[in-house]
């Protein structure tokens, strides 16, 4: 029996599609869901190859709803060659027939998820914010910085970006009367920052001094066992670090993996932000608390999304 080709659903149809508060609620379910076991999720498969990786996932957003199957790739080099550093693939597989109903762009659907994850860990975990900081210049950073603007309207938000060439591109992605500065001291604008967002693919960590009483920092960036965006010594001296998802963490996230082996830490174990959520564990408990997040990604916060996209195009 013949079956009819699957759908593509554009890069442009993914960007349209939905609000950010939007997609910000269907990031909370699915973290929620995990947690409660509504959400199914398989393994998360990651191949490092020198600085870049690869990686695949499996999962659905409820128990009936479609399953996703996203893989991609992680090519640090690309940027010089004018392609993304981030490709992905989502095929869509129907919940009764197991039939290949869409195929969806995955790179905006990684950057769309991923921004807002961090906006539901922002809003879990953080004080009240006046100054926020993102370290990076990629598209990621951008949607984020644009994200934080939007929900959190900060006093100021600083940009930190390896040159002035690409600050003065990262700040035409701003309106001018939005309180968006750009830097490029690290040290500085971590100080004194209430929020961070770490959005690179740096393998080295990318500050030294400890956070100020009070911090919270979300890193995006330590994926994979050779990523550390954020350095054991920082993570060490948290008071808290919370994860999209605490087991698949502890081995994949490479900040996460050396601060595990120090007894230096104050705190005993990643917590999962769908703990926070459910209120099965305490997030934030007093404001003096440095607290982390790490996402690595999971198959169920593209499900989550992909299910809302197929939501806005009526089932069809």
Request: hydrophobic letters at 45%.
């Amino acid at each position: 029996m013949n079956t009819a080709p699957p759908i593509t659903i554009s890069a442009a149809e993914v960007e349209s599609a939905c609000s950010l508060e939007e997609v910000v609620e269907s990031q909370r379910k699915a973290f929620a869901g995990l947690i409660s076991g509504t959400s199914v999720m398989g393994p998360r498969a990651v191949i490092t190859n020198g600085e870049n990786a690869q990686f695949s996932y499996i999962a659905r957003a409820a128990i009936t709803a479609p399953t996703i199957v996203k893989f991609g790739s992680v090519t640090s080099s690309n940027s010089a060659r004018g392609l993304p550093v981030v490709q992905a693939y989502i095929a869509v597989m129907d919940s009764e027939t197991g039939s290949l109903t869409y195929f969806v762009d995955g790179e905006s659907v990684t950057r769309i998820r991923t921004t807002a994850a961090s906006m539901v860990a922002a809003q879990e975990l953080a004080n009240k914010l006046d100054y926020i900081t993102v370290i990076g210049s990629a598209p990621q950073a951008i949607a984020h910085a644009k994200a934080a603007l939007e929900l959190f309207k900060p006093t100021k938000l600083t940009m930190v970006v390896r040159s002035s060439d690409k600050g003065k591109s990262v700040k035409a992605e701003f309106a001018d009367n939005l309180p968006v500065e750009i830097s490029q001291d690290v040290e500085s604008a971590v100080a004194t920052a209430d929020l961070i967002f770490t959005c690179t693919n740096a393998m080295t960590p990318l500050f030294k001094g400890k956070l100020k009483p009070g911090t919270t920092c979300i890193a995006i960036g330590s994926f994979a066992p050779n990523r550390e965006e954020i350095s054991a010594d920082v993570l060490i001296a948290a008071d808290k670090v919370f994860a999209d998802d605490s087991a698949t963490t502890q081995v994949q996230c490479g900040s996460i993996i050396p601060a595990l082996k120090s007894q230096a830490r104050k705190w005993a174990e990643v917590v999962s932000i769908g703990e926070v959520i459910n209120r099965s564990a305490n997030g934030r408990e007093n404001p003096a608390e440095v607290i982390c997040y790490f996402s690595v990604g999971l198959g169920i916060q593209d499900a989550a999304f992909v299910e809302l996209l197929m939501q806005k195009r009526g089932g069809k």
